[in-house]
């Protein structure tokens, strides 16, 4: 096996875990030890409009539907959002977001801004514009 086709994935891999670690130290360093970087694109849809469906929120942040129930189980259980039945539709669940949820939002805002400042330091903006648009490449070809 040849190692350079093996070197993309291992670094998509661990940039990705690192990432993710990076951010949820912030979080937790910014008192907001009941958000995860796994949370953090739900509640960035909620945020952009609140009440919408499992479904929606899977299609929104690329997640399936059983994927997604187990996800929104847990910012229930962190009191970030609440499952509640459609008026119009009592077969269907919505997710809204809480006291707590909304409280949230600038100091996610706030962590995802200084978690790109540090993760990109010495990367020019033209280069991470690059990185992003190889990156979207990568996961458009592997929906094909």
């Known amino acids: 096996m040849e190692t350079r086709s093996y070197l993309i994935g291992f670094f998509l891999s661990r940039a990705s875990l690192a990432m993710k670690q ?28 609140d009440g919408q469906t499992i479904s929606e929120l899977g299609e929104a942040v690329s997640l399936e539907k059983s994927t997604m129930t187990g996800l929104i189980d847990r910012m229930v259980r962190a009191g970030l959002v609440n ?4 008026p119009a539709d009592r077969r269907v669940l919505r997710v809204w977001l809480t006291e707590r949820g909304r409280q949230v939002q600038l100091g996610v805002a706030k ?10 330091a010495g990367v020019a903006d033209k280069e991470v514009e690059r990185v992003e648009r190889i990156l979207a490449r990568i996961i458009e070809n592997s929906v094909k």
């Open 83 to 86: 499952r509640e039945a459609d």
């Open 111 to 120: 962590v995802l801004s200084q978690s790109h400042q540090e993760l990109t």
């Open 22 to 49: 990076h951010v949820n130290r912030l979080l937790k360093e910014s008192g907001m030890s009941d958000v995860s970087m796994g949370f953090i694109g739900v509640l960035l849809a909620l945020y952009r409009a």
